[in-house]
């Protein structure tokens, strides 16, 4: 009867909270160091959660923590990380053709594809980027066709899209690459020439489809095509196109692209954007950086360690990201890319805002994830020394309140 | 005349600094000297001379020979050059489609010694490589043993034996990457029986040549595939196993006792389901730190702490890059990370260094600091598992290789544009459908 009686309440609770939680416990986390990315970092900092949300940010001996509430103590304690682009929940640990939705390659052209439609909120690889202290990701379609489909911004606890997720439909992700480019004789895109051309077609397709939508009389307006109607919001530039460059001349034709069509755009990749740093910044264009070990041979051949710091030095903003991994291993750590940015001219507090309030704000979710301030979600990770450190460890993650793992990693 | 007065000419100018450079002792002085071969020496010095080391030690206890150049290295630390026992760099192309036991391939016949992995492979710290054919093959050819020394031709960078020969060892894999359609075994079974049925055949290739007591007559026609597998029956050439699965592991264990060859276990993304088999077995392993596991089914329970268990098992532990899955430029991070999961610091830098030494059978010339060895050695400014450090140095046998102030090697450390070449890098396994 007891236990009946339990059941009922941990079920009443899971419809309150999906996502597998039991209950939202307050919690107060004290830390040696705070780094709240809305300030100078605080020394013997404490941060108070209430109701998943962030109550309290302070000085420790200036805060009182209220009964009930569960202590955790680290030496470093930061925002839940972000992973600004990754397609962990897509392209699935085991590398086979059933836990591959990363990619479809049916057309080169699909705007349609929800991201929210394949996100496997279980699959391991959500837990061991978890385990490192990454709370949120924005992942989706890899980069691989012209248009490959719709991203989406998750948290990275909760065993369904509906519980992990923040943004549905976070970003169109595009493909100016080689990658998108076929072998086979016949089929397009072949050449970079064609992939413009195929690109600026389908742009002008959706506003011809968006003006006889708005403008048509009822029983004119076209039929629903739901890739269309995706690139109208891109243009109407409610969602950003995020696209994938990587070569010099790939990166100019993108942000030709986007200025033909007055396309918000953000820059993936971007092996050689550093060669553009005058051309980036005066297009107003945030990039999301390849993940430093991807092999420097074809269009990545000329990528480089110092990328991050060069952009950052001229004043564009800047996020890491653990990208697409097609074999071993199977998904890169944003937390290890952060390290060897750090280590390559970035500074700690540079490199840690490339993975926490940088990457909100170029993703549109800085009002809830990104920083330690009042009302935003209560998303911490715990380290036992220097973040960015190989042999420091994971001690705890906290997402939405919720204490998700204390186990050091 | 006039070319053959220039060639001499260059002769002369090439081989005077060289000589010159051989004939002076380099003292590198006021260091933290981690040897490996021992515990970590605070204000140490270290002597070089001809390619060798001299001397090493506490600086008071070290004599500097009066006309050494003498090399400041206050607030720096100095180790032995890195060892990797698993590379393809050099754009290699090893054993091809036709069958799945190719012991005939030599990798170094594939070998482009202008590749930039070489300068990636020298900024990273490494000195000394064993390049491997790759993986899709139950046997895929002989490996190499290099240094990256200054090198024209590929023979320049051969570690070679007494008699001059190059020396390397033999590749093979198990498990799913070297299943596939016909002429290639389906099942693991089959991979063995196949394995054991070339082995078996070297065996009486290796009788019949004993048998003929050097008639000619009753010689064997040279096989060179069987050679090969002879030179591993001899343990002359050690096996470099790429397994990954316990069950596969086990097999390997098998099939090595067997044939009575040398074997290293490369991987081993489960050795810590079966750590205290492959310590009775004696035999060691090489182990990848990636940054996650999977990415195909048999790395799917890769974790970090395979370091840590095989360590505490009494397993001889080494890591590999196997670049380009791993980059050489950042394999101190193979390291840190198996800290991070419990491995000692002590073990962690080992496996960097002596403990690839002894499975290349080279521990008698590298991997250590100590007296007469080779003078391959790094010097970094800091601890070297912190992401921060960075490797200033690389010397291979008491030459600079490589050089973190100098842009042109810089470039090489960090990348950018001119850092890579257009050529198409090895793959393993992308045209192989497991791995797609």
Request: glycine share 10%; aromatic share 6%; net charge neutral.
């Amino acid at each position: 009867m007891k236990r009946q009686f339990e059941s009922v309440i941990v079920l009443t609770l899971l419809a309150i909270f999906p996502g597998g939680s039991i209950a939202v416990a307050q919690v107060a986390v004290l830390g040696k160091k705070v780094y709240t990315m809305a300030g100078p970092p605080i020394e013997n900092g404490a941060v108070l959660i209430r109701e998943g949300k962030i109550a309290v940010v302070g000085k420790a001996d200036s805060v009182t923590i209220p009964d009930g509430y569960r202590v955790l103590r680290a030496e470093v304690v930061t925002p839940g990380l972000i992973d600004a682009h990754s397609t962990v929940g897509f392209s699935g640990i085991y590398n086979h053709p059933h836990d591959q939705d990363q990619l479809e390659h049916s057309g080169p052209l699909q705007p349609e594809l929800r991201a929210i439609d394949a996100y496997n909120a279980r699959e391991q690889l959500v837990a061991w980027v978890r385990s490192f202290g990454i709370t949120t990701l924005h992942t989706g379609h890899a980069p691989g066709e012209l248009i490959s489909g719709q991203t989406t911004i998750v948290k990275t606890w909760g065993d369904t899209i509906d519980a992990a997720v923040v943004v549905d439909t976070a970003a169109v992700a595009a493909t100016l690459s080689p990658l998108a480019q076929k072998s086979d004789k016949g089929k397009s895109p072949g050449t970079r020439g064609k992939m413009m051309a195929m690109l600026r077609a389908e742009f002008v397709k959706a506003q011809e489809y968006m003006k006889k939508r708005d403008t048509a009389e009822a029983d004119k307006k076209p039929d629903r095509n739901l890739g269309l109607e995706v690139l109208t919001r891109v243009l109407n530039r409610e969602l950003p196109l995020m696209v994938t460059a990587n070569r010099a001349q790939d990166i100019t034709s993108t942000l030709r692209l986007a200025k033909e069509f007055n396309i918000k755009l953000i820059l993936d990749g971007a092996a050689e954007s550093y060669l553009l740093l005058d051309e980036i910044k005066a297009a107003g264009t945030p990039v999301i950086i390849h993940p430093s070990m991807q092999r420097a041979y074809g269009e990545m051949e000329n990528l480089s360690f110092e990328t991050a710091s060069k952009l950052r030095q001229a004043g564009i903003p800047v996020a890491l990201q653990s990208g697409y991994e097609s074999y071993v291993p199977k998904t890169r750590v944003v937390l290890f890319e952060a390290a060897l940015a750090a280590a390559n001219g970035l500074t700690f507090e540079q490199a840690l805002a490339s993975i926490t309030i940088d990457a909100a704000k170029i993703l549109g979710v800085d009002g809830r994830v990104g920083s330690l301030e009042p009302d935003k979600d209560g998303d911490l990770s715990l380290y036992d020394g220097d973040p960015f450190e190989y042999t420091s460890h994971c001690t705890g993650v906290i997402i939405n309140g919720q204490v998700v793992s204390e186990t050091p990693q | 005349m006039r070319s053959s007065l220039r060639f001499i000419l260059l002769l002369v100018g090439i081989g005077l600094p060289t000589a010159a450079a051989q004939d002076k002792p380099i003292a590198f002085t006021g260091a933290t000297i981690i040897p490996i071969a021992g515990s970590p020496i605070e204000n140490g010095a270290l002597v070089v001379h001809q390619g060798k080391i001299t001397a090493v030690g506490v600086s008071s206890a070290v004599s500097i020979p009066a006309h050494a150049q003498r090399i400041d290295m206050t607030g720096k630390v100095i180790m032995p050059g890195l060892i990797c026992t698993h590379s393809h760099i050099g754009g290699i192309g090893g054993a091809d489609s036709s069958a799945p036991i190719q012991p005939d391939i030599r990798i170094y016949d594939s070998l482009n010694v202008r590749d930039s992995g070489f300068k990636r492979a020298l900024a990273g710290g490494l000195t000394t490589l064993n390049i491997m054919p790759g993986s899709g093959h139950l046997l895929s050819g002989q490996t190499v043993y290099v240094k990256l020394r200054q090198a024209e031709t590929i023979e320049d960078i051969f570690i070679r034996d007494a008699d001059g020969n190059p020396l390397g060892g033999m590749k093979m894999a198990n498990g799913t990457n070297s299943m596939s359609e016909k002429p290639f075994p389906e099942t693991r079974s089959k991979s063995a029986a196949l394995v054991r049925e070339q082995y078996i055949k070297a065996q009486e290739y290796r009788d019949k040549i004993a048998r003929a007591t050097g008639d000619a007559s009753k010689m064997p026609a040279r096989d060179l595939a069987m050679e090969g597998l002879v030179e591993v029956l001899e343990r002359k050439r050690i096996v470099h196993h790429h397994t990954h699965r316990h069950d596969d592991i086990i097999t390997v264990l098998r099939l090595a006792k067997e044939f009575n060859f040398r074997v290293v276990l490369h991987h081993v993304s489960e050795g810590w389901k079966v750590a205290d088999e492959i310590a009775k077995a004696d035999v060691p392993c090489s182990v990848i730190v990636v940054d996650s596991p999977g990415g195909k089914l048999e790395a799917s329970e890769m974790t970090f702490r395979t370091g840590a268990v095989l360590e505490k098992a009494g397993v001889l532990v080494a890591f590999h890059t196997d670049d380009w899955i791993t980059d050489s430029r950042v394999f101190f991070r193979s390291a840190a990370l198996a800290v991070r999961a419990g491995m000692t610091r002590e073990g962690a830098l080992k496996a960097l260094t002596l403990a690839g030494a002894k499975m290349l059978d080279l521990d008698a010339r590298i991997g250590s600091l100590e007296v007469g060895k080779d003078a391959d050695l790094i010097i970094l400014n800091g601890d070297p598992l912190s992401v921060y450090s960075k490797v200033l140095e690389t010397w291979v046998e008491g030459k600079k290789r490589f050089d973190r102030g100098d842009p042109k090697d810089h470039l090489y450390a960090v990348g950018g544009y001119g850092a890579g070449r257009d050529q198409s890098p090895y793959f393993c396994c992308f045209d192989h459908p497991e791995g797609q």
